[in-house]
C-alpha cells in the first residue's frame, strides 16, 4: 500500500508510547481498536487484549476494547498480564491480532499500545503504517446494533502459558534466585513460574503497583542497587529483573554484581547456536562467541520489532537486544522476560556460576549513554550527525547509516549515535578498544550533539 507522507507517524520502535493525557489518551486507545477491527476486516475474529499495572492501563484497555467491539470484532480478555503472555495468548487460541496496553520500562506517568499478530509476533513496520492510515482518514467500520463485538474472559490461558514454560524449561530443584519484578505486570506470576520450576525464590517488588514504588521500571544499574545487595546477602546464584511489563530480563550475579548485557546475551545466543539475530548496537562480542560455537550473526535495527521480522525471515534460533529483550521461536515470536530468566537459570545451573560464565567472554570497554533530546529536535540533529559526525575521528573504516549513525575503526572500536524510538533522547552506545579511546568517542560524540541541542 502506497502511505501518504503527511500521515501523522504513531508507531515508534516498540509500539505507540507516551505521556498519558498528552501523546497517550482514551481517544487514541478507542480509534487504535476501531482502526484494528477495520483492519482485520472480518465480522467477530478474537483479538486478545491484555494490560500492565499503570494507573492508566485499565482506562487505556477499556477504550481499546470498546473500539474493537464498535468495529464488530470479539475480545479476548486476559486481564492484567506480562506482555508475553499477550504475544503466546494470540497463538495459542487462535486470534486474529493482540493488543497489550503497556510502556514497558517508561516511567510511571507514560503508556502505550502495541499489536501482536497471529503468530504472535509484534506487527509490522507495514502493518503499523496501515494503523496509521485508517485513523488518519478516519476510515473505519461500525458493526450495526447486532453484530457489536463481545468480550470473552480467557485469563485461565496463564495456567496453559506456566505449563507450557515448564515443560520446555529443566530447572533442577534447589538453585537460589532473587526476582525483582518492579511492581510490574509480572509480580505474581515470575515468582511463581520459578518457585514451581523447582527455585528457592526470594520476590521483591513483588505487588503490582502503577507507581512503582520499589523501583523506576527500566532495569538498570541504577535502579538494581537494593537487588544486587540482597543477592550477595541471601547467598543467592544470582538475581533477575524485569521491566514494567516483563518483555525484558536482566541479570545480578553471584556477588551481586551486574551482568554485562552484551555478554548475558552471547552466552546464552552460543548456548543455542545456529543463526542469531541481534541489533545494530550490540556488542561485537556475540560475534566472536557464536564463531566458537560454528554459529551465524546478522544484525538489524533496534527494536524488538525488527527482531522479530528478522528472526521470522531467517528462520532464525534465537535473538535480542543487549537490552534483555530476548525472543525465543520455539515458543513465541514475542520477547519474553520470564522465559529469558529460565534459561539463564538453567545455564548456571548446569555450567556454573554466573560471574565465571561471563568472564570467560572477551570483550572491550563499552559506554551506554541518552543525552535529553525534545522529539522535535531529533530529526535535525541525526541529518547533521550522518553528514558531519565521522569527521570528528580518525582512522574511519565506513560509516553505516542501516539505523542512526554507526561508525566503524579499523581497530574493530564502533560508535553509534541514534535517537531513541520510545523516547525523548539521543543515545549514544560504543565499544572500544582501551578505555581512553571508549572516552574519547563517547566525548566527540557527546559534545557534537549537546552542542547542536
Known amino acids: 500500500m502506497n502511505m501518504d507522507p503527511v500521515i501523522p507517524k504513531l508507531f ?6 507516551g505521556r498519558i493525557g498528552k501523546e497517550i489518551t482514551p481517544a487514541l486507545a478507542l480509534m487504535v481498536g476501531r482502526a484494528i477491527s477495520k483492519y482485520l476486516h472480518v465480522k467477530g475474529c478474537k483479538v486478545v487484549v491484555g494490560y500492565d499495572s499503570r494507573t492508566s492501563s485499565v482506562m487505556m484497555e477499556r477504550a481499546v476494547t470498546a473500539g474493537i467491539l464498535q468495529g464488530g470484532c470479539n475480545v479476548l480478555s486476559l486481564g492484567m498480564v506480562p506482555t508475553p503472555i499477550v504475544g503466546y495468548a494470540v497463538k495459542k487460541l487462535g486470534a486474529k491480532a493482540g493488543v497489550m496496553i503497556t510502556a514497558s520500562h517508561n516511567p510511571s506517568p507514560d503508556n502505550g499500545i502495541k499489536l501482536w499478530n497471529p503468530e504472535g509476533m509484534a506487527y509490522r513496520q507495514e502493518q503499523e503504517r496501515n494503523i496509521e492510515k485508517i485513523i488518519h482518514e478516519e476510515d473505519f467500520n461500525d458493526a450495526s446494533w447486532q453484530d457489536i463485538g463481545k468480550i470473552e474472559d480467557v485469563s485461565p490461558v496463564v495456567n496453559n502459558y506456566i505449563n507450557d514454560l515448564l515443560d520446555l524449561i529443566n530447572i533442577k530443584p534447589g538453585i ?3 526476582v525483582d519484578c518492579a511492581n510490574g505486570a509480572a509480580s505474581y506470576l515470575s515468582p511463581i513460574i520459578l518457585r514451581k520450576a523447582g527455585c528457592q525464590v526470594v520476590a521483591l517488588n513483588a505487588q503490582p503497583d ?32 524485569h521491566d514494567g511489563d516483563a518483555d525484558r530480563m536482566v541479570a545480578v550475579d ?17 548456548e543455542i547456536g545456529g543463526c542469531v539475530v541481534t541489533t545494530v548496537d550490540a556488542s561485537a562480542c556475540i560475534d566472536r562467541c557464536m564463531a566458537e560455537v560454528g554459529g551465524k550473526v546478522d544484525r538489524t535495527k533496534v527494536g524488538d520489532v525488527h527482531v522479530a521480522e528478522m528472526i521470522h525471515d ?35 545451573q548446569n555450567k556454573g556460576p554466573l560471574s565465571r560464565l561471563l568472564d570467560d567472554i572477551p570483550s572491550y570497554p563499552t559506554i551506554r549513554e541518552k543525552i535529553d533530546c525534545q522529539e522535535e529536535q531529533k530529526k535535525t540533529i541525526m541529518e547533521k550527525a550522518e553528514k558531519e559526525l565521522y569527521l570528528l575521528f580518525e582512522d574511519v573504516l565506513n560509516v553505516n547509516l542501516q539505523d542512526g549513525v554507526r561508525i566503524s575503526f579499523k581497530d574493530g572500536s564502533w560508535v553509534l549515535v541514534r535517537p531513541s524510538g520510545t523516547e525523548s533522547f539521543i543515545r549514544i552506545t560504543l565499544e572500544a578498544k582501551t578505555v581512553q579511546k571508549a572516552h574519547m568517542m563517547r566525548d566527540h560524540a557527546a559534545k557534537f550533539i549537546e552542542e547542536l541541542l
Request: aromatic letters at 6%; hydrophobic letters at 45%; one cysteine or more.
Open 210 to 241: 502503577g507507581f512503582f514504588p520499589g523501583r523506576n521500571p527500566e532495569p538498570s544499574a541504577a535502579n538494581l542497587q537494593e537487588l544486587m545487595k540482597v543477592v550477595k546477602a541471601t547467598g543467592a546464584n544470582l538475581g533477575i529483573a
Open 314 to 348: 531467517l528462520d532464525a534460533s534465537f535473538g535480542g537486544e543487549p537490552s534483555g529483550t530476548w525472543i525465543h521461536p520455539q515458543f513465541c515470536m514475542c520477547p519474553d522476560g520470564i522465559l529469558s530468566a529460565m534459561r539463564v537459570i538453567e545455564l548456571v
Open 254 to 270: 553471584e556477588g551481586g554484581k551486574m551482568a554485562d548485557f552484551d555478554k548475558l546475551l552471547a552466552l546464552v545466543a552460543a
Open 12 to 17: 515508534g520502535t516498540s509500539g505507540i508510547r
Open 176 to 178: 537460589k534466585v532473587v
